[in-house]
């Protein structure tokens, strides 16, 4: 692991090629999708100009990956396998296809993945991402000795890596709907989880830079823009006014900026729910009425053992707080199931809480041993065969749930923003503030706009409705 300059060489190969093409598949959450596309936009100046639709045509194929659970991690590796067969039928042809490993999985695994997988090119963890043009330039200097960065830099990769460019790769960056990172890293240690160790301690970007970003996408055509963080409401930034910001008073000042139609943020953890981030959802009419907030479990004696540091209890009254200020709020969670030491009582602590509750989606799992965590060594571990029962009550009743949220919209007009062209012809796609999407016919020069729709029947994953005719963009 040797420190490569922070500012890229011109890479010997590039100036005078063609466009090179580049083709990133990304696993994992949302930070992931942004920071997908902040590579791509990082590659421009190395010459990688194009997308490649499939890896068959790429000169560079990033693999972008997740290390939450056992199953997103082996995905890597049965990808790669099928990558190492198209690089050696490159060789073959006389050509070279470089092929770089990034994200959770890089950062955890570092040589273990090299010597796993020797003809993998360049291993780059997410804090070194403002350094892919140098390995990349090394990596081509020298073939076959694959080129390792999975350092915790002390510079900010934010003030190297060039402005986001909206669409730079498919798939990365839609242009009305954009993300915008905000924190990354993790100080909160469940005990569950891999986070803390692969995207490192918590940081927040300064809220002028994060101002500038969002100006910049709504520049390039973003009407909503969700803010992104591993524990996104503990941001607390420097502002432009010299005072410590937090991120109700960032949302503040981003509901500001003319053409930025609709706010989100996420993922939050209960803990960091601060009283002035309850009062913006009453306060600003930007901050969709949707909010993911993770709960993992029902029970309390699961919530010690994840090291969550609250309660249920504590939990349902957050929620009264929220409702409170925003009764329209609609409501998702992350739940584990069969963490270690849950029994079926505990279990069905957790389906009382959804209950309780009502949520208009979640995401559900099954607890996964993660090396290196604490609860990976706990003695209690749940048999497979009730984690399978359990996660499938779970998803029964949450399915439930958003069958009945979805159902209860239909023959109301809400505003949805336009996001694109739909399925079929002559149909348009986009998204209610529930985060619901929405399908309805229309003239795609309504993409882009906000307009009231009124829905006429509800799918399990997504809404169709009815354009009104008198339409304020
Ligand atoms: N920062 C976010 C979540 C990040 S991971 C938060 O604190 O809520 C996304 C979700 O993956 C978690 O909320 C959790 O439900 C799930 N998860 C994390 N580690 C897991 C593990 N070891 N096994 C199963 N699910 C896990
Ligand atoms: Fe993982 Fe917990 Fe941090 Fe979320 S808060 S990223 S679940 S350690
Ligand atoms: Fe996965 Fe890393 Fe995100 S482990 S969920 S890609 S922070």
Redesign the pocket.
Same mark, same amino acid.
């Given at each position: 692991m040797t420190a490569a300059p922070i500012l890229p060489p011109p890479s010997p190969l590039a100036a005078p090629l063609a466009a090179r093409r580049l083709h990133v598949i990304t696993w994992g &959450?949302q930070m992931n999708v942004y920071d997908s596309g902040r590579m791509a936009d990082a590659l421009v100046p190395a010459g990688f100009t194009e997308a490649a639709a499939t890896p068959e045509t790429a000169d560079l194929v990033i693999l972008n990956t997740c290390h %939450?659970?056992d199953r997103a991690a082996e995905k890597v590796f049965s990808e790669l396998g099928r990558l190492r067969l198209l690089k050696e039928d490159r060789a073959r042809a006389g050509g070279r296809m470089i092929l770089a490993v990034a994200g959770c999985v890089a950062q955890a695994e570092g040589e273990a993945l090299i010597a796993r997988a020797p003809f993998v090119d360049i291993v780059l963890g997410p804090q070194t991402y403002h350094r892919l043009p140098a390995l990349l330039a090394r990596a081509e200097a020298a073939p076959g000795e694959p080129v390792l960065d999975t350092e915790f830099p002390p510079e900010d990769k934010f003030d190297h890596l060039p402005q986001p460019t909206p669409g730079a790769i498919p798939g990365a960056a839609p242009r009305i709907t954009a993300f915008l990172a905000i924190q990354e890293g #993790?100080d /909160?240690f #469940?005990a !569950? &989880?891999?986070?803390p160790y692969t995207r490192g301690a918590e940081q927040s970007r300064p809220a002028a830079a994060v101002l500038d970003e969002a100006t910049r996408l709504v520049a390039a055509g973003a009407r909503e823009i969700t803010l992104l963080g *591993?524990?996104v409401n503990a941001w607390h930034g420097a502002g432009p006014d010299g005072a410590t910001w937090t991120l109700a008073r960032l949302l503040a000042a981003l509901a500001e900026i003319p053409g930025l139609a609709r706010l989100r943020y996420t @993922?939050s953890?209960p803990r960091d729910m601060g009283d002035d981030l309850i009062a913006a959802h009453r306060d600003l009419p930007a901050l969709m009425p949707f909010l993911h907030l993770?709960v *993992?479990s029902g029970s309390d004696r699961v919530l010690a053992a994840m090291n969550r540091r609250h309660t249920a209890a504590d939990y349902i009254a957050l929620i009264a707080r929220l409702r409170a200020a925003r009764p329209d709020l609609a409501l998702s969670s992350? !739940? %584990?199931v069969g963490h270690p030491g849950e029994t079926e009582a505990d279990f069905q602590a957790t389906m009382a809480l959804v209950r309780a509750l009502g949520f208009a989606q979640a $995401?559900s !799992? /099954? $607890?996964?041993?993660?090396p290196g @965590?604490p609860a990976a060594a706990a003695p209690d571990q749940v048999a497979e065969a009730d984690k399978d029962r359990r996660l499938a009550e779970l998803q029964a009743l949450i399915r439930a749930q958003q069958a009945r949220f979805n159902a209860a919209c239909v023959g109301q007009t809400v505003p949805v923003l336009v996001t694109g062209p739909g399925r079929h012809p002559g149909q348009l796609a986009g998204r209610s503030p529930w985060l619901q999407p929405v399908h309805f016919f229309g003239p795609p020069a309504l993409i882009g706009a906000e307009i009231p729709v009124t829905i006429a029947a509800a799918l399990p994953n997504s809404l169709s409705a009815v354009r009104q005719e008198r339409t304020a963009a």
């Open positions: &959450c %939450i659970r #993790c /909160k #469940c !569950f &989880c891999v986070v *591993q524990n @993922t953890h993770p *993992q992350d !739940f %584990i $995401y !799992f /099954k $607890y996964s041993a993660r @965590t």
